[in-house]
């Protein structure tokens, strides 16, 4: 368990992930959701991700798309 004065070290790839999260929940309500981080996550577009984006070459703009009409109250 940490405490308080534990630092938490975050690879640069997650914190990209989190960034990314981060912007895509401002055009919801601000709050990050799984399916921000999951966005996060595909925008990366490296390892698993990247062969999902040669399979699925339209799956970042359809999940967007999706994530855009869920009412998130």
Do not use: W
């Not at 055009?27 to 799984?34: A, G, L, V, Y």
């Not at 595909?42 to 999706?66: H, I, T, W, Y």
């Amino acid at each position: 368990m940490l405490t308080n004065t534990e630092e938490l070290k975050f690879s640069e790839r997650l914190l990209r992930i989190f960034k990314y999260a981060e912007k895509e929940a401002e055009t919801t309500d601000s709050i990050i959701h799984p399916v921000h981080l999951l966005l996060g996550i595909l925008f990366g577009k490296s390892g698993v991700c990247a062969e999902l984006f040669l399979q699925f070459p339209n799956l970042f703009d359809s999940l967007k798309d999706r994530v855009n009409k869920i009412n998130f109250d």
